[in-house]
């Protein structure tokens, strides 16, 4: 990817990202989640992940934000002022956050164990990342992973009913 | 490279123009084919001279004028960016969905062999199931930002009934795919040119005539038109998640609505009627079961390809216009009853019932 | 295309899944902070990703698909609970929803 491009999208996805959490009314916090969601998949596409892209779009900003969107709107959530922390929370946060930053850039740029050449190698097979390529290896290697997923999406949404109903008291 | 980058952008203006006229047309045909069911004369007030010219004055310049000089209204308590947002975040994914659809083989000009499809992705069809997920923003948004509550209503229940019948739709897509065995648009159309027993051309509905059926009625539903069509509920909710709307906003609304009849209209001729495929049409010409063989130029049988594609989804943009002025409405509880309970129930079962005999076939 | 090297994709990743971490703590409306867990989620899927094309191994990417699952039954059941809990108190308010039982 292109450095000048990745430094658009880098800005686009941090811009998108503060929004999420400085925004007063929810729905555009949501909307703002969805925009990052989408800039994300298209991070994905440059980065050889076809498949991944296109389940982010189709799960992550196609459905459970659909679904956070839905909550918002049944609760009707109106803007509220950002119901911030105290000053002390809030600076300890911003510190807590930026330690994180520091150490992450300086664990990554400087005295990592060697992993071999850091400059992502542009020869990858065609198929990298390709439907076939990602379904081969869930279909064999994490088979039972795969098919315990498949329980876990039947409990969550036998458990959601459950939690959502409401009681006919 | 800047070859390709023209080329790219004349398939993409092409593209784009056909489906914006596709649009247009589409909302005279609905005018005066409704017209001519119910046994009445339909629009004909808007002619220049007494020259009506068939409807294109009606289409072309009277109704986008009037939609174009109407006031904007937003109305009060309303948030006005989502107001201004939710037409365009309708609008975007159903036009771009477009990208995908082939509209023909090959193009061959000198030594250049142009894909006649505006994206060629390997992941074409989750592409599309993508862009019909976002499309559920449009209504979701435009049903919040009216603050109303009667286009909440139908803000909500449309995009509860998009995204039920999103699943019966894209169990249907699983079957065919593998049938076809490619996630790629161009590679089904292409893998229908066979001929079944050296007489029957090789269409999907031949092998996913189930498919083909739920295909047709998720997709109806997915666009919310008739008999689907109780977010909108004309005779209940005024206009439903859009009756805040005027002017350029309305008219994306409603020119959503047709675009998206023209993508499932290319969705079903790509999965299940052969794509641009002409029958006994190969790249040379035709080559008859019966021997008889008529030789054409590479130009002729792109444009009979692209001709065979236009008339087969000109044929369900009218099936689905039909459809609309025969079928009285479902009830919302009828609406998400078919679509939980009959049509994905048979969506899994065709799509185990597909996999099944793929793998009698292969092994 | 130049490729760029895989530092900066975890440096964005890092970025991110700070500024989802400082929204949990900070915002007390719960779906805002449900929101902020869900971007670190997908800070985390940035990293994987980032680092499958790097190493050229595909397992990354089949962890990432595993993480969107579960991250969508976490926000079904997730979002459920709120509203049940709305149901009860009126409120989404982190700090008033504080009693366990009333």
Not at chain 1, 15 to 30: C, F, N
Not at chain 1, 67 to 91: C, H, S, T, W, Y
Not at chain 1, 130 to 138: G, I, K, M, N, P
Not at chain 2, 181 to 188: E, K, P
Request: net charge neutral.
């Amino acid at each position: 990817m292109h450095p000048a491009l990745f430094g658009t999208m880098a800005a686009l996805l941090v811009a998108s990202a503060l929004s999420v959490i400085l925004q007063r009314s929810p729905i555009r916090s949501a909307l703002s989640l969805v925009v990052t969601l989408f800039l994300l998949a298209v991070v994905f596409l440059f980065l050889d992940a076809q498949l991944l892209a296109a389940l982010q779009v189709i799960v992550y900003a196609g459905a459970v934000m659909v679904l956070f969107l839905f909550v918002i709107m049944l609760l009707n959530l109106q803007e509220d002022r950002p119901a911030m922390a105290k000053v002390a929370v809030r600076g300890a946060a911003a510190f807590i956050a930026s330690l994180f930053v520091l150490a992450a850039v300086r664990f990554i740029v400087g005295g990592a164990p060697s992993t071999g050449t850091t400059a992502m190698s542009t020869a990858v097979s065609a198929d990298f990342g390709s439907t076939e390529a990602v379904a081969t290896l869930l279909f064999t290697r994490f088979l039972l992973a795969f098919e315990v997923t498949g329980v876990l999406l039947l409990v969550a949404i036998v458990g959601a009913v459950v939690l959502a109903k409401r009681r006919l008291v | 490279m800047w070859i390709e980058v023209g080329i790219a952008v004349i398939k993409t203006l092409t593209v784009l123009l056909l489906v914006l006229s596709l649009a247009g047309i589409l909302g005279w045909v609905e005018r005066k084919g409704s017209a001519l069911i119910q046994d009445r004369i339909g629009a004909n007030r808007a002619s220049i001279f007494g020259f009506a010219g068939a409807g294109l004055v009606n289409t072309m310049a009277a109704d986008p004028l009037k939609f174009l000089t109407k006031e904007d209204i937003i109305p009060k308590g309303a948030d006005r960016l989502l107001h201004t947002l939710a037409p365009c975040v309708n609008m975007f994914p159903v036009i771009v969905a477009f990208a995908v659809i082939p509209f023909g083989d090959v193009l061959v000009i000198g030594e250049r062999v142009i894909n006649l499809q505006v994206a060629p992705l390997n992941i074409g069809i989750l592409y599309v199931l993508a862009m019909m997920s976002l499309g559920v923003y449009g209504v979701v948004l435009g049903g919040w930002a009216s603050n109303n509550r009667w286009s909440l209503l139908g803000g909500i229940r449309g995009s509860a009934q998009m995204i039920s019948y999103e699943l019966g739709m894209g169990l249907a897509v699983v079957a065919v795919v593998m049938t076809f065995g490619s996630l790629d648009l161009q590679a089904m159309a292409r893998a229908q040119g066979h001929l079944i027993g050296g007489w029957i051309p090789g269409w999907g509905v031949l092998y996913q005539p189930l498919a083909f059926l739920i295909f047709l009625c998720a997709g109806i539903a997915e666009s919310k038109r008739v008999p689907f069509d109780l977010p909108e509920g004309e005779s209940e909710l005024i206009s439903g998640y859009f009756t805040e709307y005027s002017g350029l906003k309305y008219l994306m609304f409603f020119m959503t609505d047709f675009i998206e009849i023209g993508v499932v209209a290319g969705l079903v001729t790509t999965f299940f009627f052969g794509g641009w495929q002409v029958p006994y049409l190969m790249s040379d010409g035709f080559h008859f079961p019966w021997g008889a063989q008529l030789l054409l130029p590479q130009i002729v049988v792109a444009l009979l390809q692209i001709g065979s594609f236009l008339i087969k989804v000109l044929f369900f943009c009218w099936v689905q216009v039909l459809i609309r002025w025969s079928l009285p409405r479902l009830r919302y509880d009828q609406l998400m009853r078919f679509g939980w309970k009959a049509l994905l129930p048979i969506s899994l079962a065709n799509a185990l019932l597909t996999a099944i005999v793929v793998l009698a076939f292969q092994g | 295309m130049s490729p760029v090297s895989v530092e900066p994709y975890l440096i964005l990743s890092a970025i991110l899944f700070a500024i989802g971490a400082v929204g949990v703590v900070l915002r007390r409306n719960i779906i805002v902070m449900f929101m902020s867990i869900e971007l670190m989620l997908n800070a985390v899927n940035l990293t994987f990703v980032a680092l499958a094309r790097h190493l050229q191994a595909a397992e990354g990417q089949v962890a990432v698909f595993f993480v969107m699952t579960v991250a969508a039954a976490e926000a079904a059941v997730g979002l459920a609970i709120i509203i049940a809990a709305f149901r009860n108190r009126e409120t989404v308010n982190a700090d008033e929803l504080n009693w366990l039982r009333w």
